[in-house]
């Protein structure tokens, strides 16, 4: 099993609606998830980052966490058209951030 | 406050030659990583600098070396170019903790490598 796996999508979704973005783990120490975003050519930038079981609210995106069920999802409320990008999800492996491990990303597109 | 940065944007290359990408980490940072992203992949850790040495590496060969230098700053080299190695070729930067683990890395606008 792949240390982080996520649906590579595309993921379509209407201006305004809630884009919903899943990642699963194998790794059942890990005890930090980071959310990345990144636009076309660009590089990644971090978007949010949860490490307690439940919710965690910063604007428009909200990180759960299920620790459990190895599970970290992003949801992003009234989706906008500058929300278009790959979302990648990444944990560390060693600890603290010394090694991320990233999925292969989630493209969205929010269709206006 | 300056982020991260790096140089070149780009680069083309081939096959065999060298090459040296640069990363200078965000103010207050002193701890590099570089990652290696191939087209429709996820970032791919290839090692980590921490008061000039080489702390933790990823699956990456030998022809991927790199340095760091007193001010943090630090250079990644790859030597016998592949065409494999084309690659957006990324620099974060992060602040090391005293218990050894470091804080959330940001990165920088990254390096397009093409390997002809």
């Known amino acids: 099993q792949k240390e982080v796996e996520q649906n590579s999508g595309p993921l379509s979704v209407p201006e305004g609606a809630i884009a919903s973005l899943n990642c699963t783990y194998s790794?059942?120490?890990?005890?930090?998830f980071f959310w990345y975003r990144q636009y076309s050519g660009k590089s990644p930038e971090l978007i949010m980052f949860?490490?307690?079981?439940g919710d965690k609210e910063d604007g428009r995106f909200t990180a759960q966490l299920n620790k459990a069920s190895q599970y970290v999802s992003l949801l992003i409320r009234d989706s906008q058209p500058s929300d278009s990008a790959t979302y990648l999800c990444a944990l560390p492996i060693q600890g603290g951030s010394e090694k991320l491990v990233f999925g292969k990303g989630t493209k969205l597109t929010v269709n206006p | 406050d300056a982020g991260v940065t790096q140089s070149p944007t780009h680069l083309i290359k081939t096959r065999g030659q060298q090459v040296t990408l640069r990363c200078s980490p965000k103010s207050g940072h002193d701890t590099v990583s570089w990652y290696q992203q191939a087209l429709g992949q996820g970032p791919q850790f290839i090692f980590q600098?921490?008061?000039?040495?080489?702390?933790q590496r990823g699956n990456f060969p030998d022809r991927f070396s790199g340095h760091q230098f007193p001010n943090y700053s630090s250079e990644l080299n790859v030597n016998a170019l592949l065409l494999g190695d084309s690659a957006l070729y990324l620099c974060a930067s992060s602040l090391r903790y005293a218990g050894g683990s470091t804080d959330t890395q940001y990165f920088g606008p990254g390096t397009r490598l093409t390997v002809l």
């Open positions: 790794d059942r120490g890990s005890q930090s």
């Open positions: 600098y921490y008061e000039e040495e080489e702390r």
């Open positions: 949860i490490y307690s079981n």
